[in-house]
């Protein structure tokens, strides 16, 4: 119930300020909120706008989100470890040394976030320290110290906002042709009505939607291969494999989209709308490298 709440003010919070951001710059410039023009900047301003905002409070709100703990002074040995070895990889990666936390779940899990490279979270599950090998747990840091590297959260924000920016455009666009391929010969008829305009555009946001989730989910596989890569360069490809063999034996995780560091795919539909790529390929990639 808290992530529900915590999601919905956040939420809420964001389309207050971008709806003022929009007034403003629609005043400022004297654009026309009627025309193509501005609805392209509506579209641009909401839909990279949520993208960005969202990025920059990622670290606070997946912090709040799974409870993750931040080291600030290591209290025992494993803690010792995990902030050394997160030091030693982002100093191999040649990045700034990110914020290291630890989240209490059962499940072998981690996750990367944050706004850029040098400003950076990375957190540990329990479960995954608790079973797995230091060398293995040491791949999944590498893991996600590669995705910070490799600027996959600045990444895949500019892909989501690109296509949130097509699906708001496209979706008013077409709920226009609509309205107007029902209007009347008589000038008086005015068409669809208000309500009926919006509901057609809420289906259609829907529709795009979930084509463009398709989009972003393809780059997200791809970026995870990278990450793997990465991983395995940092401490060695058979650590980086025992790692993705460990985590297929065990129950799928239970956190969702980016904060999910691995997980096991269903069938294919579901393949399509995945975030991260089957354990089996992950691991067959790895042993062709």
């Known amino acids: 119930m808290q992530r529900i709440i915590l999601f919905l003010i ?16 629609f005043s400022v410039f004297g654009i026309n909120t009627r025309g193509m023009g501005g609805l392209l900047i509506m579209a641009a301003v909401f839909g990279f706008g949520g993208s960005f905002i969202s990025l920059l409070m990622s670290k606070w709100m997946a912090k709040k989100s799974v409870g993750a703990i931040v080291i600030e ?90 296509v949130n920016t097509f699906v708001i455009f496209l979706a008013r666009v077409v709920a226009g042709i609509i309205a107007n391929a029902t209007r009347s010969n008589d000038q008086q008829s005015s068409g669809l009505g208000g309500f009926a305009y919006f509901a057609i555009v809420f289906v259609l946001e829907m529709l795009f939607g979930i084509l463009a989730s398709m989009v972003v989910a393809w780059f997200s596989r791809k970026r995870e291969f990278r990450a793997d890569a990465g991983g395995a360069y940092l401490t060695n490809k058979q650590a980086m494999i025992a790692a993705l063999e460990r985590l297929k034996m065990s129950q799928e995780s239970r956190l969702e989209g980016s904060m999910m560091a691995f997980g096991i795919n269903g069938g294919k539909l579901a393949s399509l709308f995945a975030s991260h790529p089957p354990l089996d390929k992950r691991i067959q990639a790895l042993r062709n490298a």
């Open 10 to 25: 956040t939420n809420i919070a964001v389309m207050l300020t971008l709806s003022i951001a929009l007034s403003i710059i």
């Open 73 to 162: 002074q290591p209290s025992n040995s494993t803690e010792q470890w995990l902030v050394e070895t997160v030091r030693r990889h982002a100093k191999q990666a040649n990045i700034g040394m990110p914020e290291v936390a630890i989240f209490n779940s059962p499940e072998m899990n981690a996750f990367a976030t944050g706004a850029n490279k040098n400003n950076a979270l990375v957190a540990v599950s329990a479960g995954l320290l608790n079973n797995m090998t230091r060398d293995e747990a040491e791949a999944v840091i590498g893991h996600e110290i590669s995705h910070i590297a490799n600027g996959d959260m600045v990444t895949l924000t500019l892909i989501q906002g690109v």
